[in-house]
């Protein structure tokens, strides 16, 4: 907790404004009845994450998400704006407790003001459901990062779970290069390999991957394909064009492994560090879209993964940056502030 105290913590991903919004499904055992929203100024019995639960973590910086693609219905923007909605309605009514970040100056104010700094993303490029302009109007809302696909094709590349082999389209470039001119955040998490290594060539800025894993040690793929996960190579390949890439908090999954603990995720930290270098792995935790494994059932775990990190030898100026100092310094560069 003293290591949180030093420097913004900062997560890259988290699905925890839709978990909210739809009232926890995944979680709640009477899925049956009608699911109730609640507020994130909330402290709340299900989920893994909201502004009472960061705070007592230690946490400063969030990424959350406005939309995941699951359906292919159409009605991306609609979702996407009642997401936005719902934390403008959660800021206005806890300022005490965060406030909406753009910039890497925002995240250091909130660090000073023990708050919580929340930045949007957007998890799938379907959101601007093939128009530019769209890109234009969430920035202006204050979208920085958008992953170019979930899991699905879409018109920006292909995502793991339909790939063909065709990677970023020509208007997909054209998106890249307009997310470079907005200053946005690039992030090919769910990103097919082509896609993975097509963005790297088009993207003038740096590249994160916002939540990935290390394919090298993944046991069993489950519902997602290998290309989900990065290999050894794209991880090399991302560092090297000083991006960061951000470890979810699915290792027992993973590993298929359902005693899985805090040490087991930190040993997918450490492999990610030993190859990129410690200054560009960070926290991508999924929380609220994944399966988090024992002692971090919910975000006031996360000081028994900076324990665990601690036991495998990193030092006090590495777990800074793992905790958030390299996320902030691709933020400052990319974002601005
Ligand atoms: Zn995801």
Not at 71 to 76: A, C, I, Q, V
Request: glycine share 10%.
């Amino acid at each position: 907790m003293q290591l949180h105290r030093q420097v913004p913590v900062i997560d890259c991903h988290n699905d925890s404004l839709q978990a909210v919004l739809q009232g926890d499904p995944r979680y709640n055992p009477l899925r049956h009845r009608p699911a109730k929203p609640r507020r994130l100024w909330q402290r709340g019995e299900s989920g893994h994450w909201d502004f009472p639960r960061a705070l007592e973590a230690g946490q400063t910086g969030q990424m959350t998400n406005l939309l995941v693609p699951w359906r292919k219905d159409g009605t991306y923007i609609k979702s996407i704006l009642k997401a936005y909605r719902h934390l403008e309605l959660d800021l206005v009514a806890a300022p005490s407790m965060a406030l909406l970040a753009t910039t890497a100056a925002d995240i250091e104010r909130a660090h000073r003001e023990r708050k919580v700094a929340v930045l949007l993303t957007i998890e799938g490029g379907e959101g601007i459901e093939g128009d530019l302009d769209l890109l234009h109007v969430y920035h202006q809302l204050g979208v920085r990062s958008m992953g170019l696909t979930w899991m699905y094709r879409n018109a920006i590349a292909e995502g793991n779970w339909e790939d063909t082999g065709a990677g970023l389209s020509n208007f997909g470039r054209q998106v890249v290069s307009e997310m470079n001119q907005l200053h946005m955040l690039v992030d090919v998490a769910h990103a097919t390999e082509r896609t993975f290594w097509d963005t790297l060539e088009t993207s003038t800025a740096t590249v994160i991957c916002s939540h990935t894993s290390c394919r090298a040690l993944v046991k069993d793929f489950h519902t997602h394909v290998p290309s989900r996960y990065l290999s050894d190579e794209q991880m090399k390949a991302l560092a090297a064009q000083g991006g960061v890439l951000g470890i979810f908090f699915s290792a027992n999954r993973e590993l298929d492994d359902d005693t899985a603990d805090a040490t087991a995720l930190a040993r997918f930290i450490a492999h990610a560090a030993s190859l990129c270098g410690v200054e560009h792995v960070g926290l991508g935790s999924d929380f609220d879209g994944g399966f988090p494994p024992h002692g971090l059932e919910d975000i006031r775990g996360l000081p028994n993964l900076t324990s665990a990190l601690i036991d495998l030898g990193f030092t006090d100026a590495e777990l800074r940056g793992i905790l958030g100092g390299n996320w902030l310094r691709v933020f400052r560069e990319v974002l601005g502030g």
